[in-house]
């Protein structure tokens, strides 16, 4: 099995193609990457920006190169040395246009005769043999269909069952002899018979464990190994499949054997299953681990503290509860058409009412503190959920010590569909909502975290790093993805208000008497984002605000916005640009920020680039990335500048220390150093300072048997310079070495920190005997 040293993620989609991709190898390769990260390129929906909702899994996307930009791609990599990776979506297809899709066409088109009821997940007897599609504004709504061309229209095509039109009827009787029935939109929340992903009805769950669907919609990808054009997969969402193990063994069987990643959020503590034939995860827990590095634990009492005032409350969040809250609010909102699809599953009796089998069902996710189990693995956090459900809710106990054997049997519907089920209300609930609500520090509330592990100690991080390297030394590592909430960049210098509390509240305390947002917690998370984006446009923070709101949901939310809080909402974003009290405001606190947020930006990469893992660099964040969510983090990537500053540090001479060069050059000299020399990356040991300033460092070496790379790097830098700087601190080298990001060369021995860190807040350091 081939397998990747680092990995470049790159959006591909109609304003980048494979071609374009194809043309940027040559700057990849000299960056020092080693495969390409291709994001999903088979067809999708037309304009899709993302690729995740597929609609012809048998071709690659004309729109994005189709099947000759993917060998153009794979050409071009060859040429160069680079490998593929490739990501796949087998839970879901896209299903907003049917006419884009033609299984969902004749699913739509045949009903429960078609071939494709067994490829879709459709409840048909729920639906009175029908699949129920949301799209209506409202069912009043059915008065606006047409038939046009032996088709039924209502913004989209659909297709009309054979024999089911003749001249003289209208639309409404025609659509009453089809295989589905249009609703309206909000009908989904409960009344939905499909499975889907999370709560976006337009995309549409698919059974990949049936073997011929697995085959129908593999077909392409299987063909990519054939043709060797590509060399590893990353799947998305494997938790949303009925069988992830059966799934992964089926597929490593039918690459040929090939390097695979799962898209998983493991939550702190949690491993996986040893039986799933994958080479781990795509690094949000990596992520979660180099963050708390650079949060000051000092800073937690006060920012519960300011939390507490900001909510007027004599607490601060009680998270726990929080997202209990917030997951129930899922589990009886938005995803109640899933819980009660379970229900059904349960057998009416007196014992087990469909109604109280529905509340418990719910409550018993709600207090899951993972997003899923695997049957039998993970069986004891399933037995200690329902324990909690029944403390919380003593009156449904009955009901719960009912429904114990069956959610507990692996063999069961019910407990198969749980696990599909559990997760979808751990992501809404918890990264759709909490993420957004328990704002005291917003490092803490990325995708894969718990926001109550405040911070981290080098010690603790180095036994994390020891067992990542003894256990899942080929699991991705990141720091930014399409999916994170802040950027890299963004983070690091949030970070920085941990060891900034007093600025913090001063500068919180002044916008918000200048330009209010009524919502403390919110206007909290609003401000950190803006200070950790900044320099950014009006349309980009209005974006973001603007959905931070809804997805909290405590103001405003997405199906029925609160209008009068909107508009205050923008006017705070707007005082940025227009009221200049706002923006001095702004540019002082950022200035108190920097340069330690550039310090941590550039010690979390060379740590995330050379700890133990395949470390991946999204698009774009070799120079600083202030990005914020989705669709932020998407924006087209300037790839010439970034060509043209990679030429000007290989020139040889020192670059004048802006972010960008300096970002550039610790990105490009760590990943040609991992691809040139591995044999300096095969081992884990804790390198201790000494000293004064000790606790700020965080060091290791790289060797296993032999003297392998040492990294350095600086965490705290504002408290490091409030406290005297380095002084006496020092570190011990192994042997010789040079430091590959400025080319001093130091002996072994006693080093002083100071000297080791006098142009770069981080050292890479190289044996040269």
């Not at 032999?706 to 042997?735: H, N, S």
Request: with cysteine; net charge negative.
């Amino acid at each position: 099995m081939r397998t990747p040293v680092s990995t470049y993620r790159l959006q591909i989609r109609r304003s980048f193609t494979l071609q374009d991709a194809a043309e940027l190898t040559g700057y990849l390769h000299n960056l020092g990457v080693d495969w390409v990260y291709v994001s999903p390129i088979l067809t999708a929906e037309e304009g899709s920006d993302h690729g995740y909702d597929v609609t012809d899994p048998s071709s690659v996307d004309p729109a994005r190169g189709g099947t000759e930009g993917l060998a153009a791609l794979s050409k071009a990599a060859r040429s160069k040395g680079l490998g593929i990776l490739a990501d796949i979506v087998p839970n879901h297809m896209g299903v907003a246009s049917p006419g884009q899709n033609a299984w969902w066409w004749q699913l739509l088109k045949e009903g429960r005769s078609s071939k494709y009821a067994e490829a879709f997940d459709v409840d048909w007897d729920f639906g009175g043999g029908k699949i129920r599609i949301p799209v209506l504004g409202s069912d009043d709504d059915l008065e606006q269909l047409t038939v046009v061309d032996g088709e039924l229209h209502y913004d989209h095509r659909f297709p009309l069952a054979e024999g089911s039109f003749s001249a003289g009827d209208s639309p409404q009787d025609v659509h009453a002899r089809q295989n589905y029935e249009l609703v309206g939109w909000r009908r989904a929340d409960a009344e939905l018979n499909y499975r889907r992903f999370f709560a976006v009805n337009t995309l549409a769950g698919v059974r990949v464990e049936v073997p011929w669907v697995f085959d129908e919609a593999h077909e392409e990808i299987v063909r990519w190994f054939r043709e060797e054009l590509v060399d590893g997969l990353r799947i998305d969402h494997p938790d949303g499949l009925a069988d992830p193990e059966g799934y992964l063994a089926r597929l490593r069987k039918e690459t040929g054997g090939a390097y695979l990643l799962v898209e998983k959020i493991l939550e702190p503590g949690e491993k996986l299953p040893e039986t799933f034939d994958c080479e781990g995860t795509t690094g949000y827990d990596a992520l979660a681990d180099v963050d708390r590095l650079f949060v000051d634990p000092a800073a937690e009492e006060y920012l519960d503290s300011l939390d507490a005032r900001l909510r007027d409350a004599a607490q601060p969040a009680d998270y726990e509860d929080m997202i209990h809250g917030t997951k129930r609010r899922i589990a009886d909102g938005i995803l109640r058409s899933e819980i009660l699809r379970l229900s059904r599953l349960v057998p009416e009796s007196p014992e087990l009412p469909r109604a109280e089998v529905a509340d418990a069902l719910a409550e018993i996710i709600c207090w899951f503190p993972i997003y899923r189990t695997y049957l039998p693995h993970g069986q004891e956090i399933l037995e200690e959920a329902i324990e909690r459900a029944g403390q919380h809710r003593p009156g449904l106990l009955s009901v719960l010590n009912g429904l114990r054997p069956l959610l507990v049997d692996p063999t069961g519907e019910l407990a198969r569909r749980f696990q599909q089920t559990s997760g979808m209300v751990m992501a809404k609930g918890v990264e759709d909502t909490a993420f957004f609500r328990y704002t005291r520090l917003g490092t803490l509330t990325e995708v894969g975290a718990d926001p109550t592990e405040f911070a981290l100690s080098p010690d603790g991080f180095h036994e994390r790093m020891a067992r990542r390297q003894a256990e899942i030394p080929l699991s991705m590592t990141t720091l930014s993805t399409h999916d994170t909430k802040r950027s890299e960049d963004a983070r690091a210098r949030i970070s920085v208000i941990s060891e900034s509390v007093p600025e913090w509240e001063l500068f919180l305390g002044t916008v918000q008497e200048l330009a209010p947002i009524p919502d403390g917690p919110l206007a909290a998370l609003v401000w950190q984002s803006i200070a950790g984006a900044w320099p950014a446009d009006r349309g980009r923070l209005q974006s973001y605000a603007l959905k931070a709101a809804r997805e909290a949901g405590n103001s405003t939310n997405w199906t029925d916005p609160n209008l009068d809080f909107e508009r205050h909402l923008a006017a705070a974003v707007d005082a940025v640009f227009d009221v200049p009290e706002v923006a001095a405001a702004l540019e002082n606190f950022v200035e108190e920020l920097e340069p330690f947020g550039t310090s941590n930006s550039l010690s979390a990469k060379l740590i995330q680039l050379t700890m133990p893992g395949v470390p991946d660099v999204y698009q774009g964040t070799e120079f600083r990335d202030g990005s914020l969510t989705d669709p932020d983090n998407r924006r087209p990537v300037d790839f010439q500048a970034r060509i043209a500053a990679l030429a000007e540090l290989d020139t040889g001479a020192r670059p004048a220390f802006t972010e960008e060069a300096a970002k550039l050059l610790v990105v490009s000299r760590a990943l040609r150093l991992r691809r040139d020399r591995p044999e300096l990356f095969a081992g884990y040991q804790p390198v201790h300072a000494s000293g004064a300033a000790a606790d700020h460092v965080v060091a290791f070496n790289r060797g296993a048997d032999a003297p392998g790379v040492v990294t350095v790097g600086t965490r705290l830098p504002k408290r490091l310079a409030r406290e005297g700087g380095w002084r006496d601190t020092v570190i011990d080298l192994p042997v010789n070495c040079h430091d590959e990001l400025t080319g001093t060369i130091y002996d072994a021995g006693s080093v002083s920190v100071a000297t080791l860190l006098e142009h770069y807040p981080v050292a890479l350091l190289v044996p040269t005997d």
